[in-house]
């Protein structure tokens, strides 16, 4: 099937953008006539002041913003980019320090494990004496000697952590 070309196609389809169809300006009378003889150029014609009609209606219906509020927008999604971007450093070295202490903490534990058994093996072992008194006294000491070198390091990570995600979580 081959394509059908009229020489005055492009003729016709520029007074219809114009807006010069279907009342032709004084010297394109016998365009119109070509274009109500011609089958190519009727088409041409018609299906071009749909497509105009229904661009005008668009652009009629279309309602655009004012330029102060685009440019806000623009200004917010910049600097919330820019502060997600300036994050990512600061997330990832936060991870890294919870991973780091949680790596200390597990290392704490191993270390001290030993003797939290070897302690709670004398408060089995004094349970089975009997002696009620004899039996809470030596597990506390037992107790007291194995806690120390876990509450020692517990306890000044417990004082200085918030002042630490103070100072990591200040603004200035």
Do not use: K, N
Not at 33 to 47: N, R, S, W
Not at 54 to 59: D, L, T
């Amino acid at each position: 099937m081959g394509t059908i070309d009229c020489v005055r196609e492009a003729d016709v389809l520029d007074a219809v953008v114009r807006g010069r169809w279907p009342s032709a300006a004084p010297g394109e009378e016998d365009l119109r006539q070509h274009a109500m003889a011609c089958p190519v150029c009727a088409d041409v014609a018609l299906v071009a002041r749909v497509l105009r009609d229904e661009r005008h209606e668009a652009w009629r219906d279309a309602h655009v913003p004012a330029a102060g509020h685009v440019w806000w927008r623009a200004t917010i999604r910049a600097r919330a980019e820019s502060a997600r971007a300036a994050a990512r450093p600061i997330t990832l070295a936060q991870g890294l320090g919870g991973a780091c202490a949680a790596g200390v903490c597990a290392a704490l534990i191993g270390l001290t494990w030993p003797s939290v058994a070897q302690s709670l093996s004398w408060v089995g072992a004094a349970l089975s004496w009997g002696g009620r008194m004899d039996v809470l006294t030596l597990a506390g000491s037992a107790l007291q000697q194995t806690l120390w070198p876990i509450l020692g390091p517990v306890g000044i990570c417990v004082v200085l952590m918030p002042l630490a995600l103070y100072l990591v979580l200040s603004d200035e």
